[in-house]
């Protein structure tokens, strides 16, 4: 049994509810809700997962809030302290670092950024943490003011926040860092750094289930088109806004968005602005993601085949596309072997973007249900004992 599908059947338990009356209220079978339940389907769809959450009357994290990896485990814990407490002085204006240039605090932002984006999580752990205390003291003393916000928000957003969700923290410590940023695109009032902030924004309110509040700040979120930058960050809130639509059940504004990105995409080329990568073949990826999101998984592997892994911009995207690949042949008939080695790939270039996405635990366990004693298996179980599944 998966640790989620144990965490759901402890909750409906203690709930005193049936099979039946959960499943009802979610919209599902009994026998589906049962296979959630014992690990045999992988509950991996964030709309799933909030109609259960209402119809056991919890917060979506009680479900989702499976077990990772001890601290100390894995060497980019061991920085996890650290950056929760530069966090919690810079929200409580108890700035201890040193005020350096704008120059300096660029380079070491731009280096940092660089390092995550090839998920080179311990080294980027190690920095955050004197790197936030120095842009927060630097901005308190005044210097260089608008430049220090600047960069304030994307190292918030496409550093920490996002170092913060591939590690597996907790997400109330990615949503400072959320909050940090978007007081810092206030302050500037610059239609770039405010698009930076709301796609921060609106991937902590996804995450905590807050579809409609995501929705709406990608929506009040409007960078315009008027240069590439500005092309690319509309391009990735309109991204975003398809994620919402297919968590919805919204299908018309799901493929409106999706097509809307996609031509931005042709005007902006293959682009990597502010880190985010978005281009042609990120787009693509994306498409697969909202495609799993709507459980249509057959359509995220047909889109899979459509997309160069080589052309996308990092390895982050790189690690993305092998994972939801994996994902959706998970889920298809006589495509589980293959899917244990997309799976492999994804593992391979970034270990902690497959043991520790909200999702995988379960996609784990379903595939651990049904392995046979051969290459395959092993494989899969060698990699179920790194994601903490086996012991």
């Known amino acids: 049994m998966s640790d989620i599908g144990r965490r759901l059947r402890q909750i409906r338990n203690a709930r005193g509810k049936s099979l039946a009356v959960v499943a009802g209220l979610a919209g599902i079978s009994p026998s589906y809700l049962s296979r959630l339940e014992s690990g045999h389907r992988a509950l991996d769809r964030r709309s799933l997962i909030m109609a259960l959450a209402r119809a056991l009357d919890v917060a979506p994290t009680e479900i989702t809030n499976v077990a990772l990896a001890a601290p100390g485990e894995a060497e980019e814990d061991r920085a996890l302290g650290a950056v929760r ?22 380079t070491r932002s731009e280096d940092l950024l660089d390092r995550q984006r090839e998920c080179d999580y311990a080294t980027v752990g190690a920095l955050l943490p004197d790197l936030i205390s120095d842009l927060h003291t630097t901005l308190a003393a005044g210097h ?19 170092w913060l969700g591939d590690i597996g923290a907790s ?17 500037l009032d610059e239609p770039v750094s405010l698009a930076v902030s709301g796609f921060g924004t609106a991937f902590g309110l996804i995450g905590a289930g ?25 391009g990735m809130l309109t991204l975003t806004r398809s994620l919402v639509a297919a968590a919805k059940g919204d299908q018309v504004e799901r493929v409106a968005a999706l097509d809307h990105a996609e031509d931005l995409a042709r005007h902006a080329g ?33 889109i899979a085949g459509t997309v160069d892994p080589n052309a996308l911009p990092s390895a982050t995207r790189k690690s993305a596309y092998w994972r939801e690949f994996g994902r959706a042949l998970a889920r298809m008939p006589n495509r589980r072997d ?35 004693d051969d290459a395959i298996g092993r494989e899969l179980r060698g990699l179920a004992y790194r994601a903490g599944l086996l012991s």
């Open 210 to 234: 807050g579809f409609d509040l995501a929705d709406q700040v990608v929506t009040d979120t409007d960078p315009g088109t008027s240069g590439n930058t500005e092309l690319q960050m509309s």
């Open 144 to 162: 260089a003011e608008r430049d220090v916000l600047r960069l304030l928000v994307i190292t918030h957003v496409q550093g920490t926040q996002a």
């Open 338 to 372: 293959e899917a244990v080695l997309m799976l492999r790939r994804a593992e391979r270039i970034s270990p902690a973007r497959v043991h520790r996405h909200p999702f995988m635990h379960s996609v784990l366990s379903e595939l651990l249900a049904r392995a046979r």
């Open 270 to 302: 293959e682009g990597n602005a502010l880190w985010f990568g978005f281009g042609p073949s990120n787009v693509g990826v994306w498409r697969m993601s909202v495609a799993l999101e709507a459980g249509e998984h057959a359509e995220a592997a047909r």
């Open 171 to 187: 997400q109330d410590l990615g949503w400072q860092a959320a909050t940090l940023a978007a007081d810092a695109a206030q302050r």
């Open 85 to 106: 407490l530069a966090l919690f002085a810079a929200a409580m204006h108890a700035w201890r670092g040193r005020i350096c240039t704008v120059e300096e605090l660029s």
